[in-house]
């Protein structure tokens, strides 16, 4: 179970990081367009927000890798606890999806996590 819950973990890292690709560099893009459904006048607006989103993203995606590179069990648990906290604040305010793409994703890990422990 440790080697699932590992996965999940590394797995919800990539996603942060791309979430951050996004919110960074291709917010204004055409794949950020249409990942993020908008115009291109909402996304020059949003810009800077997204790149700030993008930031904090980047954070959660350090603190997965440090769990899983030395951080250990309590590190771990309190990234994905962030990162299901985070997608389903998400989700219920912003767009639904990200309660599959994110929140989902945290729950399945803090369950192979405990179990685990």
Do not use: D
Not at 28 to 37: D, S
Not at 40 to 52: D, G, P, T
Not at 55 to 71: I, K
């Amino acid at each position: 179970m440790s080697l699932l819950a590992n996965i999940l973990v590394g797995l919800i890292a990539v996603i942060h990081v791309w979430i951050l690709v996004l919110e960074m560099f291709l917010w204004t893009h055409p794949i950020g367009l249409k990942t993020f459904r908008q115009s291109l006048e909402a996304a020059q607006s949003s810009k800077v927000l997204a790149a700030n989103q993008g930031l904090y993203n980047g954070f959660l995606a350090a603190g997965l890798a440090w769990g899983l590179c030395g951080g250990g069990m309590p590190v771990k648990l309190f990234f994905v606890v962030c990162v299901l906290l985070a997608g389903i604040y998400g989700g219920l305010t912003a767009k639904r999806s990200i309660l599959y793409v994110q929140a989902l994703p945290a729950l399945l890990a803090l369950l192979a996590l405990l179990a685990a422990h």
